[in-house]
């Protein structure tokens, strides 16, 4: 019956069934016993546990207050849809309910309402969940939690809420409990995020539920639930707490307090969360798994607009580094050795996309110097995860282009550490580095077999130190061996470490040891490519399949360089094998050969001609050519297929073309951009076919071809999708950003073009700039100057380009290539120039805003700069008044990229821009007077923008308002006139010489450089010289006087002096062409220019006479004259000038009379062309004179007439006159009638001479010489050779039958005052050195007795055999060669070797025959020869055995021959020496006797 009356007393039921109340119990109880302080405070502690323990808090209050107490049911205060609200239940009303309770219950408020409300939480998470492990509240839950959660901010307001207890209260349903509830608590301040943790008794238990709810909630974002803004909110909000509160920075070191549980649990949540993470990426997450979104989403966190307000802390880098540490560390499983072997497979590309974008984030908070000192760190302290930490270092050299030279530095301390103390961990750390930097190609690290040539290559590498590094090298590659890849085995092998001789043996030892391995593979070392892919993470190629690579790559390289790749030509000496039976029958492939040679065809013939393709392969391949075009149809079967092949890697790169051009427009996908490059970069390498990627190294010098480029068809449409993706990325960025806060995509989409295909870039640039650039469009117009601005940007890691003659042959920066391809001749092109000029210049200055002018100057070509004034200065009047300070204007990018682009008005704000007008205080890209006139040359006056006369106003402007008056520091003239002329004339001839004058004509006097554009130029030349003439006048007091000659023929003689000296061919024609254009510009210019305003009786040969003269006898009678005269334009003008200058002193007659006579000793040319002239020179001149004075023609012109009248009547049937003084004067005229007889009529005439002079003889036959020299040299002679030889002839004969000596005609000297300086100075220098050509081309005409009859005659003509040695030896026999259009045999002489035959036989046969006293002159003929002319037998036998016909000639004579001589050549070279050595025989016999 007891069990049965516990639960009666229990209920409070007492006698008769009354409920008995709580009171009353306890009475009863206080009854039965006494009281006691101790006992009645356990009794307190006890009722205050029973309370809080008791689950169900509305039951108790409504016990305690009895029935009325029902409303103040908290399930009803937060049920908001309830009929009985909060609006009817005020807080202050439930507050001062919990208090009564508190007083009666005697525990504290707080405890009691903490306990309520964390019962009310619990309720609230246990309402149905949409999810199996929710961690969201529903709508519903949301609403309820609101409320509530206002309640107890009430409680704490009024002090009536223990946070303890409540935190103590929430983890007795941490099972039930989600963390949306745990962050609002926190963002709402009802308990921080960190109380709450910190009063978990079970710090690991607390870190697994945070956890399990984070990876509930990252899924869930990634799932795009309907709360996914909350769900970002809270975990943006739990991250900042945990890094911040987890990484803070430890202030007070000496505490002894025990530490802060909040910083162990939030640095624990973050580690669970990123080992789970890499654990999900090391088993192979599978795509859109839930655990991969779990993974995405915390990836996520890392970026900067989820760690918000924090960032700016120190607590996020050192989050960063600690992440960088645990994913470099984090389960290292993976040996070196592993790594070795497996490490192709973790490039950049090949990485998991999730951990990439994980690098990438990591990166925007740590700099590269930290990356490299982080991972350095880590490697020297920890054991690591090798496939983590190589996909960090391709991750590194992808991103950062300044990580190169970082991961550089750092290999070459660990190689100095490793072979120092002979380390093996630093050099297996540092080989790792630089193979994995390498997979990511040339734009992002040097090749490996670059990389270990450098290192090992030379005496300068780490092994040469001493044996023992060599022994450690060695030693380490050779336990490499087991585990390396075919790759680098052939690496090893083809460019072995260089060792000194005595240790040869430890490297045929590791060789043979790779060669062993390699046979394992089953790769051999013979059959290896040229061009092997070293970065290639694919198998061997099979040898055919690479031959056929490396043929295609050789023929790229041969079209850019213009010559056989350096590696072709190792391979064919060094690597025969391959070479014979894998690259030349792939080159060699039998096909139809096209009309116009190709680059395969021209590469092909190219190893012929070097003796690289054997005789019989040659052959064959020709005769399969022929067959092949008989039968076109079949050849072609081979190669239908090959488009195709090509569809598949150009679509991947067009689709990864197109995922990047996504990422631009978009702001928060930056991060992405470096690897979407990464992407691009291995795309194009499949879609160009390349096999190499460093070979690009091999190209010191790109070839390129402006008038004329061409691309293959492949190339040119991956080029083309690489540029059009370039520009419209650039398009899609500006619409985002300016190009200053753009970021590096566009520096590193132009390394990967770069790096992959520079050459071809460059070529279609040069097609669509130089050739299609008015029909670009807007967005390709700045797509392509933001292109050319980026490789200015590289300009140092560029090769030079060669754009091929007649441009220089000093090769062109690729900026300055720029400059080059922007034309200036046309209204369409000067629009598009401009348009160019104004995009490049405005990107560059907003991209490079904060950089210093000297960068931005080396990111722009001068040349462009330059062009740009240019333009402006031309195309808008309104650039051409001064700026003043208030027109600066500001720069903005947003106006060119639109559709409606204005071009004038972009133009015009970059000209008055601030920073622009800074840039243009440097001396190097403000645009000269000079820079003017050579962009002003190039316009074509009848495609101008300008109309004729704006081009005129434009050209008064520029000359006498702008530049003349400009300091010459800032490329003006300083005022004067002179200099403006000088600056003037040197440009028309430095325009005339280069490459921009095109289509020269040489016949043109009036069209300078075939170019109509010139003659306005002309016009302000001519006006600033007439200036300049007036000045010269006597009358006037300031100015030049006569005595100080013109500066026009000081600039002659400076640049004629610059110009390279000798009788070769380029040397010749560029003097010559130099000397033209001299004589087009004075002809230009009043003739006064010639010989002076007027002469003066004390001083009659004025310094512009003496100039003139000089320039006649020095230049102009070497390539100015023809047949002992000049052109009949230039002597018009002189006698022009000659006469008005003469006509103005006092007695005219006798002046002319002086000058002239000072002609025939100074500059005789001048009379020889005025009688050669003098048919349409004399009415000229006539009148001139009868203008002025009624006299006869001064006395020395009448003796010009005579000559002329005493030709005439000679070559008339009538009887002859007697030849009039000077001798030389008639002869000359005579000759020149003489050329103008047709030719059978020629023998009669000359019979006459037998009754002339002597003297007169003597200088017809020189004359004669000459005219015959003449028809062999010049092409549009008018005299044939047969009839100029039988000129010869006849006179030679009548002077023998007269016996007149002629002789001194072979030997004149400037000493010789009676013939030498005299004809010397009417003769070309080319003539007289070719004397003894026509010396023995007279042989037949010689008389038998001459020899007898004449001392000098033995003299004469050995002196001439030799000198016809010496021209053949010299390779001047072209001198001697007939012109173009005839026959190629030499009137009655055939070719020269024969000519030298009969010499030496016609010496041989006289020689005997000669007198002792022939022999006494022989001395002088010693003393004019070289050295081998008096060799002995031993010593000619001895050189000819050396110099083989056919072969390279011997040291001994190779600086006086040429390096490659013919059989004929060499023959006539040995037989001259021994016919030398006879000739002094002889001479020494003849001697004696």
């Not at 993470?277 to 915390?298: I, N, P, Y």
């Not at 009848?942 to 308002?961: K, P």
Request: proline content about 6%; aromatic content about 8%; some cysteine.
């Amino acid at each position: 019956m007891a069990d049965l009356r516990v639960p009666n007393a229990a209920s409070g039921q007492g006698p008769g069934g009354r409920r008995r109340s709580w009171a009353e119990l306890l009475a009863g109880r206080l009854k039965r016993q006494k009281y006691h302080p101790e006992r009645a405070q356990k009794l307190k502690d006890s009722a205050v546990r029973l309370l809080r323990s008791h689950q169900d808090l509305n039951a108790l209050l409504l016990e305690v207050e009895g029935p009325p107490c029902k409303k103040l049911s908290l399930s009803k205060l937060i049920d908001c849809d309830s009929s009985e609200a909060y609006a009817n239940h005020s807080s202050s009303f439930i507050g001062s309910a919990l208090q009564d309770q508190a007083s009666r219950l005697g525990i504290p408020v707080g405890v009691l309402s903490a306990g309520m409300v964390a019962s009310s939480v619990g309720q609230v998470c246990t309402a149905a969940a949409e999810t199996s492990h929710p961690v969201l509240l529903t709508v519903e839950q949301r609403k309820k939690l609101s409320s509530l959660l206002e309640f107890a901010q009430y409680l704490l307001a009024h002090s009536m809420f223990s946070r303890l207890s409540f935190c103590q209260e929430l983890w007795k349903i941490q099972n039930s409990l989600l963390l949306e509830v745990v962050w609002h608590l926190h963002v709402q301040g009802i308990v921080s995020l960190q109380e709450l943790l910190e009063s978990h008794p079970d710090m690991h238990a607390v870190g697994a539920w945070l956890f399990r709810n984070l990876c509930c909630l990252c899924e869930q974002i990634e799932a795009s639930c309907q709360h996914a803004d909350v769900a970002r909110a809270m975990l943006s909000d739990f991250v900042q707490m945990f890094v911040l509160r987890g990484f803070q920075k430890n202030s007070d070191l000496r505490r002894t307090v025990e530490p802060e549980k909040m910083p162990q649990v939030a640095a624990d949540v973050l580690q669970r969360m990123l080992i789970f993470a890499l654990d999900a990426l090391a088993a192979g997450v599978q795509e859109e798994s839930s655990t991969h979104k779990t993974v995405r989403c915390w990836f996520g966190v890392f970026s900067g607009h989820v760690l918000g307000s924090v960032i700016s802390t120190d607590s996020p880098k050192r989050f960063f580094s600690h992440t960088l540490t645990q994913i470099l560390t984090h389960s290292p499983l993976l040996k070196a050795s592993d790594a070795v072997q497996m490490q192709r497979e973790w490039s950049f590309a090949r990485t998991h996309p999730l951990l990439t974008a994980l690098y990438r984030r990591l990166f925007v908070m740590l700099s590269p110097e930290e990356l490299v000192g982080h991972l350095q760190e880590v490697l020297e302290t920890q054991e690591v995860h090798w496939q983590r930490v190589l996909s960090f270092v391709s991750a590194l050299v992808v991103c950062f282009p300044e990580a190169q030279q970082l991961l550089e530095d750092w290999v070459a301390r660990l190689m100095a550490q490793a072979f120092e103390s002979c380390q093996l961990d630093s050099m297996v750390t540092a080989f790792l580095v630089v193979r994995q930097a390498a997979l990511e190609g040339p734009s992002a690290f040097q090749s490996y077999a670059d990389w270990f040539k450098a290192s090992f290559g030379s005496t300068r590498g780490y092994h040469g130190c001493s044996k023992k590094a060599l022994v450690f090298l060695f030693t380490f590659l050779s336990d490499l061996v087991p585990f390396e890849s075919a790759r680098y085995l052939q690496v090893h092998i083809l460019h072995p470490p260089l060792v000194p001789s005595k240790y040869r043996s430890l490297l045929t030892d590791y060789i043979s040891l790779a060669k062993t391995r390699l046979a394992d593979l089953k790769v051999s070392i013979e059959s290896m490519g040229l061009y092997e892919d070293l970065s290639s993470a694919g198998d061997i190629t099979e040898p055919h399949s690479q031959a056929l690579q490396d043929v295609e790559k050789a023929i790229m390289v041969f079209e850019h360089t213009g010559k056989i790749p350096v590696t072709v030509m190792e391979a064919s000496i060094f690597r025969r094998p391959y070479y014979v039976s894998h690259f030349l029958p792939a080159l060699l492939t039998p096909r139809v050969l096209p009309e116009a040679p190709d680059s395969r065809v021209a590469f092909i013939e190219s190893l012929k001609r070097a003796d690289k393709i054997p005789p019989s392969l040659y052959s064959t391949y020709c005769q399969a050519c022929s067959a092949a075009e008989e039968k076109p149809e079949d050849a072609a079967l081979g190669v239908r297929a090959e488009p195709s092949s090509a569809e598949e890697p150009l679509e991947q790169l067009t689709a990864a073309l197109g995922e990047l051009r996504a990422s631009m427009a978009d702001p928060s996908q930056c991060d992405v951009i470096s690897a979407q490059v990464a992407v691009i970069s291995e795309r194009l390498r499949a879609a160009l076919g390349h096999s190499e990627d460093d070979s690009s190294a091999e190209i010191s010098k790109i070839q390129l071809s402006i008038n004329a480029p061409r691309l293959e068809p492949r190339e040119c449409m991956a080029v083309d999708l690489l540029l059009t993706s370039f520009c419209q990325n650039l398009m899609a960025a500006s619409s985002v950003a300016p190009p200053e806060r753009q970021g590096p995509w566009a520096t590193l989409f132009m390394r990967t073009m770069c790096g992959r295909v520079l050459p071809a870039v460059l070529t279609r640039l040069c097609q669509l700039l130089h050739h299609q650039g008015p029909s670009l469009s807007a967005p390709h117009v700045l797509g392509l100057a933001a292109l050319a601005v980026h490789l200015g940007e590289s300009r140092s890691a560029l090769p030079e380009v060669d754009v091929g003659p007649p441009a220089p042959d000093a090769g062109l920066p690729v900026p300055a290539l720029f400059d080059s391809l922007l034309t200036c001749r046309t209204r369409d092109s000067l629009l598009f120039c401009l348009k160019f000029c104004t995009a490049a210049i405005s990107y560059s200055l907003c991209k490079f805003s904060s950089q210093s002018r000297d960068i931005l100057r080396s990111y722009l070509s001068p040349g462009l700069i330059k062009k740009f004034q240019f333009l402006v200065f031309r195309l808008f009047s309104e650039a051409r008044q001064p700026l003043s300070q208030e027109d600066a204007a500001s720069l903005s990018w947003r106006p060119l990229y639109l559709p409606s682009a204005d071009w004038q008005r972009a133009a015009l704000s970059l000209w008055t821009h601030r920073t622009f007008r800074e840039l243009l205080k440097e001396e190097d890209v403000h645009l000269t007077y000079q820079d003017w006139l050579y962009l002003e040359l190039e316009i074509q006056p009848e495609a101008d923008a300008l109309s004729d006369t704006e081009r005129q106003d434009f050209h008064q402007w520029a000359i006498y308002e702008h530049f003349l008056p400009k300091s010459s520091a800032s490329g003006g003239c300083d005022g004067d006139v002179e200099a403006a002329c000088t600056i003037l004339v040197n440009a028309l001839m430095d325009f005339h010489q280069s490459s921009r004058s095109y289509d020269h004509s040489e016949n043109s006097d009036l069209v300078f450089g075939g170019r109509p554009g010139n003659e306005d130029i002309i016009s302000r030349l001519q006006e600033m010289v007439a200036d300049l003439e007036l000045q010269q006048d006597p009358s006037v007091p300031l100015g030049h006087t006569p005595s100080q000659g013109h500066f026009l023929f000081g600039i002659f003689c400076r640049r004629l002096q610059a110009l390279t000296s000798g009788w070769s061919v380029a040397a010749s024609l560029q003097r010559q062409r130099e000397l033209l254009m001299y004589k087009r510009i004075l002809l230009r210019l009043p003739s006064s220019v010639l010989c002076g305003s007027s002469f003066q009786a004390e001083q009659p040969i004025t310094a512009r006479c003496k100039q003139f003269f000089h320039l006649v006898n020095s230049e102009m009678r070497n390539f100015c004259s023809h047949g002992g005269a000049l052109t009949q334009d230039i002597t018009a003008h002189f006698f022009r000038g000659l006469l008005n200058a003469c006509l103005r002193s006092r007695d005219p007659s006798l002046m002319v009379d002086f000058m002239l006579a000072k002609c025939q000793t100074k500059c005789p040319l001048i009379l020889t062309s005025a009688l050669l002239w003098w048919p349409s020179l004399e009415p000229v001149l006539l009148c001139q004179w009868r203008r002025h004075c009624q006299s006869p023609l001064p006395r020395e012109l009448q003796k010009l007439q005579e000559g002329r009248q005493f030709a005439s009547d000679f070559l008339s049937p009538n009887a002859a006159s007697p030849a009039p003084n000077p001798a030389w004067l008639s002869a000359a005229a005579l000759h020149f009638a003489i050329q103008q007889v047709r030719e059978e009529n020629i023998r009669k005439q000359l019979t006459k001479l037998d009754c002339e002079r002597e003297e007169l003889l003597v200088f017809l036959f020189f004359f004669s010489l000459m005219g015959l020299l003449s028809s062999h040299l010049t092409s549009n002679s008018a005299t044939d050779p047969s009839k100029a030889l039988d000129v010869c002839a006849a006179v030679l004969e009548c002077l023998e039958k007269r016996k007149i000596s002629w002789l001194a005609l072979f030997q004149l000297t400037e000493s010789d005052l009676r013939l030498g300086r005299l004809l010397l100075r009417v003769a070309p220098d080319q003539h007289t050195r070719l004397l003894p050509f026509t010396f023995y081309s007279l042989l037949s005409y010689f008389h038998d007795d001459a020899a007898i009859r004449e001392e000098a005659f033995l003299h004469v003509a050995v002196d001439m055999y030799l000198r016809l040695v010496q021209l053949f030896v010299a390779g001047d026999t072209s001198t001697v060669s007939p012109p173009a259009g005839r026959s190629l045999e030499l009137q009655g002489q055939g070719n020269p070797v024969e000519l030298i035959t009969k010499a030496r036989l016609f010496l041989l046969q006289l020689i005997p025959r000669c007198p002792k006293k022939s022999f006494s002159h022989m001395a002088e003929v010693t003393s004019r020869h070289p050295p081998w002319a008096t060799w002995g037998t031993r010593e000619i036998t001895a050189a000819w055995a050396t110099c083989p016909p056919g072969w390279q000639c011997d040291a001994t004579v190779s600086a006086r021959a040429p390096s490659l001589w013919s059989e004929a050549q060499w023959t006539a070279w040995a037989e001259d020496l021994l016919l030398s050595h006879s000739c002094w025989l002889i001479v020494g016999t003849a001697t004696q006797r």
